[in-house]
């Protein structure tokens, strides 16, 4: 059984879309790239909803190499972003130094979008300039 | 009922503060680090309950770290998906009012003079160990010109203005775990 999600499949773009539009008015830190995308988890609830984002100063544009992958925030369902029972919202972030070293270096995180974006199962959202989502693709 | 460890945290962190009052009163410039220190402890474990409240009600599946800097807490407070069908008393909509860019900055001010490894052989200035000056060489947090009156009354502020915000947010958090076990008893 193919395990291929199509872009039409990606759910819930409009509160995605509110919710960039929100992370866009932060002071301290500057959107670049806003993905939704489907990482294909097995384990992960068919409802769970993913999102990736490369802000200019995040964690002050240092690599976490002890961590040795992007930050991956999960939020259960809430009045502005409602999801089933068991469901959750993933926002994984990073800086695009560290998004750089995570995909040479082949982080999951960063392997789970690169898979995204060969099966197209990806939307971009916001983007100030196409160098890192060409990161990916290249 | 499970026990609602945010308002531990939070009460850790009412007795932080407390303690941070006693080593101001007694106005020894010596005691100063010890003073921001409580204050800096105060706040960290404020910020830390609230993400505990958040988790307890289910709003995050995260936990609180175990590093000062607040980084962690942060990234999951200030990308907290809010829109106007939140209710402005709700835990979410207490967090998205208070946590503007301003408390943000105080609070990441704040959590810097924690201890912290050194950078590239430099000690920087902290509340707890020998720590390099501008200069070169090492002083200590103890000494009487490490810190000022001016940030322990800073300090004390922020940390005041912290804890009233978690209590809040805490007790609100509180009230709603209690709904939902109620619910699904």
């Not at chain 1, 995308?37 to 964690?59: A, I, M, N, T």
């Not at chain 1, 544009?61 to 992007?70: A, S």
């Not at chain 2, 999951?76 to 860019?101: E, M, W, Y």
């Amino acid at each position: 059984m193919t395990q291929q999600v199509q872009r039409s499949e990606l759910r819930r773009t409009d509160e995605i879309r509110q919710l960039i539009s929100a992370h866009r008015e932060l002071e301290d830190e500057t959107l670049l790239l806003a993905v939704q995308f489907e990482p294909g988890r097995e384990s992960d609830s068919p409802d769970d909803v993913y999102l990736f984002e490369v802000y200019d100063g995040y964690h002050h544009n240092i690599v976490d190499r002890e961590r040795g992958d992007f930050t991956d925030i999960s939020y259960g369902s809430t009045d502005a972003f409602p999801l089933p029972r068991d469901a959750y919202l993933h926002i994984i972030l990073t800086n695009p130094i560290e998004f750089i070293e995570g995909l040479r270096s082949g982080w999951k995180l960063a392997s789970e979008l690169k898979g995204a974006v060969n099966r197209g199962a990806y939307e971009i959202l916001h983007e100030e300039n196409n160098s890192l989502i060409e990161a990916v693709r290249g | 009922m499970a026990s609602a460890v945010s308002r531990l945290w939070f009460r850790q962190a009412t007795s932080d503060f407390h303690c941070g009052e006693l080593i101001r009163a007694t106005n020894d410039i010596t005691l100063r680090c010890h003073a921001i220190a409580k204050y800096q402890q105060c706040m960290e474990k404020a910020v830390k309950g609230v993400v505990r409240s958040l988790n307890e009600s289910t709003v995050t599946q995260e936990q609180p770290s175990m590093r000062h800097d607040l980084d962690h807490e942060m990234d999951i407070l200030k990308r907290l998906p809010v829109s106007a069908k939140t209710p402005p008393n709700s835990p979410v909509g207490r967090i998205k009012r208070h946590l503007d860019a301003r408390m943000r900055s105080d609070l990441q001010r704040c959590m810097s003079i924690a201890p912290t490894r050194p950078v590239e052989g430099v000690q920087p200035r902290n509340t707890e160990y020998p720590f390099h000056k501008p200069t070169g060489t090492w002083m200590i947090p103890a000494s009487a010109d490490a810190f000022t009156d001016d940030e322990v009354a800073e300090m004390r502020a922020i940390a005041a203005r912290t804890l009233h915000w978690a209590d809040e947010i805490t007790f609100a958090g509180s009230l709603v775990t209690k709904s939902n076990e109620d619910r699904h008893a």
